[in-house]
């Protein structure tokens, strides 16, 4: 007996109808199992912790590049000890003697602290040069002094590397350009030992200005150089060089210049009062500073009869430097650091017009 085969009909579809290529992620995740997903799953945790730590370590090497040069341009404040401070690096620029602000800055850190850290560079040893905050170095000294407050061992500061020694003197320059108690005389003086330092390589006054001071104005700086100038002429007969009015220092020092023999009369004057305050000193110094330079006769020539009159000299400042003039008989002269020639000329004539109208009014009313 033979037994009968069957035959199954099966559908099949069309080769067209059938998807090729790439299986989705979604008919891959029906297909695989628990197993599979769970690995798959932490594989991509560990790619995002990875991840992750790559951006933070990115960041933290970013911000130790840029603390570093923070540091080393001395814009971090760090709490150094007192003791490690020297101050002996630059000449300073302060008057000798006691600071009649020094108690109320005390005063003013017992209160509230320090808002302004001193500025230092670091030393081979260890220590630390000061550059700026020699007021606030000498108060938190007496401070500690004072008190004994473990508080005031240490001092905020800004700690820069050791820069060459002529940056080092613009840094605390620049800060004390602002003070407003800050003299003529005392930067006439701290660039007079900053031109004799031989550390400095700068033999010249006026060079050693214009490094120092080259923030300041054209005006301010000739300034400077008339006190330097000053000083050198007549350091050992000043008690009080430090109050001497500029109009007053600067009149004195063109005079001394076109009459040598001046120095013997204002010497000589100050000499005779040795107990003067510094008032006295200004007033003496500034009467020969107003005293108008009479320029010496000369012998008469056979039959003339004409004399010559006194000559007066003065200078004035302007937005290009100091204008220096001489007035005689007849005749006014100016010299200034200015091309008349490329000056208008109506304005020019304008100018020198009003000039004459006002000073022949003044002549008017003198002699009317």
Not at 107 to 125: F, K, T, W, Y
Not at 141 to 168: C, M, N
Not at 172 to 191: H, Q, T, Y
């Amino acid at each position: 007996m033979s037994r009968k085969r069957r035959v199954f009909d099966i559908e099949m579809p069309a080769m067209a109808d059938i998807q090729t290529g790439k299986v989705s992620d979604e008919v891959l995740e029906k297909r695989r199992g628990p197993m599979a997903a769970a690995i798959s799953e932490n594989a991509d945790a560990l790619r995002d912790k990875q991840s992750t730590e790559d951006i933070i370590r990115a960041e933290n090497d970013r911000l130790a590049h840029e603390l570093v040069r923070l540091r080393a341009e001395g814009l971090v404040t760090e709490h150094i000890a007192l003791e490690d401070v020297v101050s002996e690096k630059l000449t300073r620029d302060r008057k000798s003697g006691p600071d009649p602000e020094l108690e109320e800055l005390k005063a003013s850190i017992r209160e509230i602290g320090l808002s302004n850290p001193i500025r230092v560079e670091r030393r081979p040893d260890g220590r630390y040069d000061l550059i700026q905050g020699m007021r606030r170095l000498s108060a938190y000294r007496a401070l500690r002094e004072e008190t004994g407050d473990e508080t005031y061992k240490v001092i905020p500061a800004g700690i820069a590397e050791a820069a060459k020694l002529d940056h080092s003197y613009r840094r605390m320059v620049d800060e004390n350009l602002i003070r407003k108690d800050i003299s003529f005389a005392e930067m006439g003086a701290l660039a007079r030992a900053y031109a004799e330092d031989p550390a400095n390589d700068c033999g010249d006054v006026d060079k050693a200005v214009s490094t120092l001071f080259k923030s300041a104005s054209y005006t301010k700086r000739s300034y400077i150089r008339a006190f330097a100038s000053l000083l050198m002429k007549m350091e050992k007969l000043l008690m009080h060089p430090n109050e001497i009015p500029r109009n007053v220092g600067v009149e004195l020092k063109r005079k001394l210049d076109s009459d040598p023999g001046l120095i013997r009369r204002v010497g000589s004057a100050l000499m005779s009062e040795p107990d003067r305050d510094s008032a006295r000193e200004i007033a003496i110094l500034r009467g020969f500073a107003s005293q108008e330079a009479v320029a010496p006769a000369k012998p008469k020539s056979e039959g003339s009869t004409k004399t010559r009159r006194a000559k007066t000299t003065f200078q004035v400042p302007g937005r290009a430097g100091v204008a220096k003039c001489s007035a005689s008989v007849g005749r006014i002269e100016v010299r200034y650091n200015l091309d008349f020639t490329r000056v208008d000329r109506a304005r020019l004539e304008q100018a020198i017009s009003a000039l004459v109208e006002d000073l022949q009014e003044e002549d008017d009313l003198t002699h009317g």
